[in-house]
């Protein structure tokens, strides 16, 4: 019976809790969320409206589709901290405008501190004529940053009342979709602020 290298047994056994931390990472949603305003103590969640720019108001039909999107993902975040949307025709309480973006970062294999891992591999040119030098292939791995935030004001005076924001990144865009979660996670401190930038785990859909 053929002996398994004893390198390859390191690895694998190395590899199996990463494994199982990936599995576990797919469940969850990860980020860092910052928090400003002073929510009045005392007052309930109540209702809201969204609020759109005269930009947005006289964007095509594509963006129209995403930003109401955005804002489905957002209702869900709103009525996991209290919120409901107010009734047809009726005033509501507080007004709530979305900002989203999307940004497409180059990532040098540098920046990973496993790069020589995880990016490639070196190369030894010593035989058939070539230099001996050591040759080091560099590809570039795209990351997108995602981010959201929610900008809550009092609809009868106008004033800011709570302001949210949450990001993350990873190797899509991951599209309304993403963003929608992202809105989930700004809203966990409500009605609690918390400036600072901080990390937030919520379990996945």
Same mark, same amino acid.
């Given at each position: ?64 589709? @995403?930003? $109401?999107? *955005?804002? %489905?993902? #957002? /209702? ?12 047809? &025709? ?56 995602? @981010?959201? $935030?929610? *900008?809550? %004001?009092? #609809? /009868? ?12 990144? &990873? ?35």
């Amino acid at each position: 019976m053929p002996r398994t290298p004893r390198r390859l047994i390191l690895a694998l056994a190395a590899a199996a809790p990463l494994g199982l931390v990936g599995c576990a990472a797919l469940n969850s949603l990860h980020g860092e969320v910052s928090s400003f305003g002073s929510w009045p103590q005392g007052r309930a969640a109540g209702s809201y409206r969204f609020e759109r720019l005269p930009s947005q108001q006289q964007a095509g039909t594509a963006e129209q589709a @995403e930003q $109401a999107a *955005l804002e %489905r993902g #957002a /209702a869900e975040a709103l009525a996991a901290a209290g919120f409901a949307p107010a009734a047809e &025709g009726a005033k509501a309480e507080v007004v709530v405008q979305l900002g989203a973006r999307i940004s497409r970062q180059a990532r040098s294999p540098w920046d990973d501190p496993l790069w020589w891992r995880v990016h490639g591999g070196l190369g030894w040119r010593g035989w058939a004529g070539y230099s001996g030098a050591w040759r080091w292939n560099t590809p570039i791995d795209p990351e997108y940053d995602r @981010e959201a $935030a929610l *900008l809550l %004001r009092d #609809a /009868a005076s106008g004033e800011p009342l709570y302001e949210a924001r949450a990001r993350n990144s &990873g190797g899509t865009p991951g599209g309304t979709a993403v963003l929608g979660d992202l809105f989930r996670l700004a809203m966990s401190d409500f009605p609690n602020a918390r400036p600072e930038p901080h990390g937030v785990t919520l379990p996945g859909r």
